[in-house]
Every structure is written in C-alpha cells, then in structure tokens.
C-alpha cells in the first residue's frame, strides 16, 4: 500500500488566502503548503489507485504529485473541503465509483451518497455506492469500512483500508468523541492520519473554547468539531499506530510550531 498526503489543510489552506500571519508567511517562503484535504491510495498489487475525499485543490494536487488518477473514491462527509473536487470528474473519467455512507443523517434528512449523488447527477461518469457504516466493502483491492466519528451537526466517518497486510485508519473530520467500536477498528493500523486543527492553546480564541478536556484541563476537542493536536496525539496514543501523522491543519498553529513533527504537509509519501 504505498500512500499518498495530497492534502493535509483545513478548509482554508494554509496558506490562506489573503492571510500574513507568521505562519502563513513561513509557508510562503519555505514553499509549503497545506491545500484542502485529500488522501491516495495505491494498491502496488493491483495497480489500482483509490482516493479518499475529492478536494477542491484536486487539480493542483494531481499536477504537484507524481500519482496515478483514482480509480474509485470515498466521500467521508459533505463539507465542501472533501467533496466539492468531485467536478473535476468532467472529461477526466469515463467511470467513477463513489462509496459513501448510506445512513440518513438527521440534519439533512439524506445519507451522504445522497446528497453526493443529487449533487453530482449531471456527471454521467459517476456512480454513487452507499456502503453501510462498520460494514466491509472491497475497493481497488482493499477491503475498506467507514467508521463513525462525531462532527456535528453532521454525519462523518473515518475510513479504514486494509489490504496485503497492511493498515491505514484515517479519524475523518472529528472531535474527541469518537465512538468506542469506531476506535477499536481504528487500532492497531500502520499508519493513521488523525485530524487537529489547532493546538489546545488556541481553544481561547474560538467562541465555544474546546471540549473533551483531559485530566490536566486540557481540551481534546477544538469548538465542537475537530480535535486539537493534544487531543488527536492523545487519540493516537490510545490506538496504537505504528505511525501517527497530523492532518487537517490549520495555520492556527503558531509559526515555531506549524511545520512540527508530528504536522503533515502535501507531499508526505509512505509505503505500508
Ligand atoms: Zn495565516
Ligand atoms: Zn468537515
Ligand atoms: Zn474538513
């Protein structure tokens, strides 16, 4: 499984746009970037490659990286950073199979195959299949489950990718509060990509402050939808990775801090 961070930044990116705070400056000038996110999956044996939510910066992300065009993707949620790429599909493929969940989310009275499927109908390219959550479905080779995670208000899933041996589990967008059987199919992988969107020091400045907060006081999760990096390395922690990476990065992180280990940038590659 050879494995690809096309995109590691929240919804603005970092850099953001029209931003000349320290961290986006030092992005500027080191030529690092942190675009919308994004994940490729390439199974080596059946040279197959599955992408894990479309970003908007798919164009730019498949131009910069040397990786084949997908052969099936996965839509964790409906926010805009990991579904809104899906319209480069035009012209670019002939057939596209899309997995997404196919439990109703209360907030929008349909699953997230539905709303990728009204949303994308007139892309006669694609082909959307609802998967049940913490239910196997084979992908490019891999055998692969979306997980349950907590960003509300709406429904999200973490993914699960498994195949010859090895393991990726990505959180998904989420707070703290993922559900233990989410968690335990988590565990144990080669590599997870856990959200943190900003350090539990900048909880200060959101106007609900964080959530979760550990025995020290500290919050794991950021407002009420994503993790903060405590939260996230305590999560990481708690399943076990062999090796843990730090996505959906905001340039939040203060300037010394943003391009730390564990932080993924574009461009990260491993080999599973
Ligand atoms: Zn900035
Ligand atoms: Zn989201
Ligand atoms: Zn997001």
Same mark, same amino acid.
């Given at each position: 499984m050879e494995v690809t961070l096309l995109g590691t930044g929240d919804t603005t990116g970092t850099p953001t746009v029209g931003c000349d705070c320290d961290t986006c400056t030092a992005a500027r000038e080191n #030529? $690092? &970037?942190r675009s919308r996110f994004s994940v490729h999956v390439r199974n080596e044996r059946t040279d197959e490659s599955l992408l894990v939510d479309v970003s908007p910066d798919f164009r730019r992300q498949? /131009?910069?990286?040397?990786v084949a065009l997908p052969d099936a993707a996965l839509v964790t949620h409906i926010h805009f950073d990991h579904l809104d790429g899906l319209g480069n599909a035009f012209r670019l493929f002939s057939d596209l199979p899309v997995? %997404? %969940?196919?439990e109703t989310d209360p907030k929008t009275g349909e699953s997230v195959a539905d709303t990728v499927r009204g949303k !994308?109908?007139? /892309?006669d390219a694609l082909s959307v299949h609802g998967q049940r959550p913490l239910e196997t479905f084979e992908a490019c080779g891999f055998d692969v489950t979306f997980v349950p995670v907590s960003h509300p208000? /709406?429904?999200? !899933? #973490? $993914? $699960?990718? &498994? #195949?010859d041996g090895a393991k990726l589990a990505i959180t998904g967008d989420t707070n703290y509060g993922i559900p233990d059987e989410s968690r335990a199919r988590l565990a144990d992988a080669d590599l997870l990509l856990?959200? *943190?969107? *900003?350090p539990a020091s900048f909880c200060e400045h959101h106007p609900l402050g964080g959530d979760h907060h550990d025995a020290d006081g500290t919050p794991r999760t950021f407002g009420t939808k994503h993790m903060t990096r405590e939260g996230a390395l305590s999560l990481a922690d708690e399943l076990g990775a062999t090796e843990?990476? /730090? $996505?959906h990065v905001s340039h939040f992180f203060p300037a010394d801090e943003a391009f730390a280990e564990p932080l993924a940038v574009d461009g990260e590659h491993y080999a599973l």
């Open positions: #030529g $690092v &970037e498949f /131009l910069d990286n040397d997995h %997404a %969940a196919n !994308y109908d007139y /892309l208000p /709406l429904v999200c !899933y #973490g $993914v $699960v990718i &498994e #195949g856990a959200d *943190a969107i *900003a843990t990476r /730090l $996505v």
